[in-house]
Each structure stands twice: as C-alpha cells, then as structure tokens.
C-alpha cells in the first residue's frame, strides 16, 4: 500500500508556514530525518505517527492519507465498473452508476469525464439536439476539467465535447479552431515513444510494431469509411467496392501482420455501419462472419506473438479477440439462420 505520509507532512508543514528545522526541533528529531520522510526516502517511525498527527491537529488516518486512499480506491473501482457494464452493452445500470458517483464524488475530474459523455450519448455520433439540451452542464464540466485537470486525456476529451458543442450551437469555425489547436496524429504519445528509442535497440522495434499495430486498425476503419459515407455512391456500388478491397487484402500470412489487421477492421465497420444502415442482409451476415474469422485468427497469432497479445490486453482489456467480436454483433443476426448454419461450418 503506498502511504502518502511523507506528501502530507510536506504539505502541512507548508500550510502552517514551518521550515524543516523547526518541525524536527518541536518533534525532537533531526532535520534529516524530515527532509527523508517528506522526500519518501523513508517512513516516519510508528511512535512519531501520534506526535506528528497532534501537532498538525488532524488525526493518524488523515496523516497517512489513508482516508484519501480509500476513496481513491473506491473511484477507481466505480470508473471499471461503469466502463464494464458499457462494455457489456447494459447502459442503462452504467448511466445510473455514474449518476450516483457524480452525486458523491462531484469534484473528481474522472467521474465528470464519465459522467458528461455519458450524459450526451458517448465520445462519438453525438445528437446536436441532445448537446444543445445540455449546453450549461456541458460547459460548466469542461471548463472545470480543463481549469484543474493535469490529465491530458481527459482534457483532451474535454476539449472536443466544447469543439462538438460550438459545433451543434452553429459556431462551426470556431468549432474547427478549438480542434485545430489539439496535437497533429505524428504528435501522438505512441510515435513520441518510437522516438525516444535509439533505433538499434529492442525498446524501438517493440514500439514500432505497437504503433503499426494501432495505426492498422486505425486505417482499416477509415479506409472502410471512406466508402461507406461516400454520398457519391448508392448501397450496391459502396457493397461492391468494399468487396473488391476485401479480396485484395486476403491472402496475407502472419508476417504480414499490419494487413490482417487492416482486413479485420474493414469487415467489423463493414458489417456494424451496414447493419445500421439496413444493407442487404446476405452481405451484412457474411462480413460478421468474416470478422469473427479474423478475430480467430488474431488470436491464434497472438498464442505465438506476445507482442500482439499485450496490445490486445491494453487496448481491448483482454487476450482473445473473438469473445468480444461476438458480443457486439446485434441478436437479430445471431439469431438469423443462416448466420448460425455459416458458423458452424
């Protein structure tokens, strides 16, 4: 358990205006020992706990910080659980966690994050309607993340919910100039880590190929998009392209990793936009079954590929891909058919 005994007795030395030599004096100690304990360098003995704690005029457990640990403990479960229930679709229990939390916790920054995107329907595809309806919550929560956070993601986020908001209220170019101020994608913590690593060394080709990982996924969606949201072209032309690409892309064995990737995302924004969109139903099934064959077939690679098993642990939460393809494939197909027969072969 990390105690933050040594933060508080810094902190609270300084709010009462008392230099090192002066605490160690009343305590009867040497100024070494606090300057240790401050820098955590070392704990201060157990009989000191008591003497420290009356002097500052709180008690042990707040000298600890152990008050502080416990709710930091239990935000932290609040946030997995809501991301976990989320992710198994149960929005509603979600909505009604974060709601509670936001009540209990009002000035935890994570919990507002949660809670504002929550409220206005998630990161992406947002209702204008339903962000206008919101518009003083959403503006008071952003700017109280982006005045006290020092997290960058969240501030991040906080950042393009306002840009969204300009957005939906008509102030499009000022939208697009708050947006236009956030970093570039080469700016990315990911390609500012494949930097840091002298390109002879193993650090660099881990991060490289983590990079390519992330990246190919990335460009199977947008390479699909661009098709998908093409206004210029009707349903069977887009189902036509999109099947011509897949085609082009198949055949690619495990050293070229990147390609599969690519294929694999292709197939899932194929067959989740396409389903939204009520394409034709025979190309709808056979692109979640193809997704699903990829997602085996990731897996097995990653059985062999440590590297690609750890990307799949960070970026999804698990090892297997194929569990979680299945869970977001929507219960009209799982109960169609003819998607249940193509499975099974």
Same mark, same amino acid.
């Given at each position: ?15 009462h205006n008392i230099t090192q030599e002066k605490l160690a004096a009343a305590l009867n100690v040497s ?68 709601? !509670? ?31 206008? !309806? ?192 299945? !869970?977001?494939?929507?219960? !009209? ?13």
């Amino acid at each position: 358990m990390y105690l933050k005994v040594g933060e508080n007795i810094k902190r609270l030395r300084h709010q009462h205006n008392i230099t090192q030599e002066k605490l160690a004096a009343a305590l009867n100690v040497s100024s070494a020992a606090v300057s240790k304990w401050e820098s955590g360098d070392t704990y201060p003995d157990i009989t000191m706990l008591f003497p420290l704690a009356y002097f500052f005029k709180i008690s042990v457990d707040e000298l600890l910080g152990y008050d502080e640990m416990v709710v930091e403990e239990e935000i932290k479960q609040i946030i997995k659980k809501y991301n976990s229930l989320r992710w198994d679709l149960k929005y509603d229990e979600a909505s009604e966690l974060i709601v !509670k939390a936001r009540n209990k916790y009002p000035q935890d920054y994570r919990i507002m994050h949660s809670y504002i995107f929550d409220l206005v329907g998630g990161l992406a595809d947002n209702d204008d309607e339903v962000l206008r !309806k919101h518009e003083a919550e959403i503006t008071k929560i952003t700017d109280m993340i982006l005045e006290g956070c020092k997290e960058e993601r969240l501030r991040l986020d906080a950042v393009t919910l306002k840009a969204k908001l300009l957005y939906a209220l008509g102030e499009k170019y000022e939208a697009i100039n708050l947006l236009n101020t956030l970093p570039s994608f080469y700016h990315s913590s990911g390609q500012r880590l494949e930097q840091l690593y002298s390109k002879s060394s193993k650090e660099y080709l881990k991060q490289l190929n983590l990079n390519m990982y992330e990246l190919a996924e990335f460009v199977g969606g947008k390479i699909a998009r661009t098709i998908i949201f093409d206004m210029n072209l009707n349903q069977d032309e887009k189902i036509a392209r999109l099947k011509n690409l897949m085609e082009k892309l198949s055949g690619f064995s495990e050293d070229d990793l990147a390609f599969i990737l690519i294929r694999k995302c292709i197939f899932a924004e194929a067959s989740a936009k396409g389903y939204r969109m009520g394409w034709n139903e025979d190309f709808i099934i056979d692109s979640y079954l193809q997704s699903l064959k990829l997602s085996k077939e990731l897996d097995e690679i990653a059985k062999r590929n440590p590297l690609l098993r750890e990307y799949n642990i960070a970026t999804y939460g698990y090892e297997e891909r194929y569990p979680v393809t299945y !869970k977001f494939i929507p219960e !009209k197909i799982k109960n169609n058919e003819k998607f249940n027969k193509q499975l099974k072969v």
